[in-house]
T-cell receptor, first 114, second 112 residues
Framework: AQSVAQPEDQVNVAEGNPLTVKCTYS??????LFWYVQYPNRGLQFLLK??????LVKGSYGFEAEFNKSQTSFHLKKPSALVSDSALYFC????????????FGPGTRLSVLP | ETGVTQTPRHLVMGMTNKKSLKCEQH?????MYWYKQSAKKPLELMFV???????ENNSVPSRFSPECPNSSHLFLHLHTLQPEDSALYLC???????????FGSGTRLTVV
């Protein structure tokens, strides 16, 4: 079975500083990995995905994520945080050996302080 | 707008009421999903429809009844709900393959 962990409920960072939101996963086959962002009272919006290829994936709004197979991680990063990046971030994984559905992590709330 | 539209955006209903949530997509996707998002809990997958056929039902109580009349529309019929059913209900759609989901903005449901 597949699972996703986001070890931090909350991440606080000052505006202009780099940010990292952590994600680790467990799958039996190859992982398909996604990051989504959710603003208050809205649905989830796609940020980026890793399917295959380069381990460093670039996505929307200046975000990027690095796939690390040995550490089974897919941490979300941004070189310089904006106050408008404050939101709830979800990591999701699909195991190629286990059906078509994604499993979502519990979410990490990012607060960027001015 | 994401291309997945959910109505209503907000709904308050009594425990004896019957109501329906609607989801509509015109993205050409052939799979649709209902998720429940409660405060401080992970997203819960409720139902999956692929090509209008229900392919997954994650032990959801029978007071929730999904309907998928065609590939563009998905409903969630609600009856005799409980206060703990209050949550944000999210609809999503996807094509086949590895393209991820497109989510609607959700319906904020309050059961009183």
């Amino acid at each position: 079975a597949q699972s996703v962990a986001q070890p931090e409920d909350q991440v606080n960072v000052a505006e202009g500083n780099p940010l990292t939101v952590k994600c680790t996963y467990s799958v039996s086959g190859n992982p398909y990995l996604f990051w989504y962002v959710q603003y208050p009272n809205r649905g989830l919006q796609f940020l980026l995905k890793y399917i295959t290829g380069d381990n460093l994936v670039k996505g929307s709004y200046g975000f990027e994520a690095e796939f690390n197979k040995s550490q089974t991680s897919f941490h979300l990063k941004k070189p310089s945080a904006l106050v408008s990046d404050s939101a709830l971030y979800f990591c999701a994984v699909r195991d190629t050996n286990y059906g078509q559905n994604f499993v979502f992590g519990p979410g990490t709330r990012l607060s960027v302080l001015p | 707008e994401t291309g997945v539209t959910q109505t209503p955006r907000h709904l308050v209903m009594g425990m004896t009421n019957k109501k329906s949530l609607k989801c509509e997509q015109h993205l050409g996707h052939n799979a649709m999903y209902w998720y429940k998002q409660s405060a401080k809990k992970p997203l819960e997958l409720m139902f999956v429809y692929s090509l209008e056929e229900r392919v997954e039902n994650n032990s959801v109580p029978s007071r929730f009844s999904p309907e998928c009349p065609n590939s563009s529309h998905l409903f969630l019929h609600l009856h005799t709900l409980q206060p703990e059913d209050s949550a944000l209900y999210l609809c999503a759609s996807s094509p086949t393959g590895n393209y991820g989901y497109t989510f609607g903005s959700g319906t904020r449901l309050t059961v009183v």
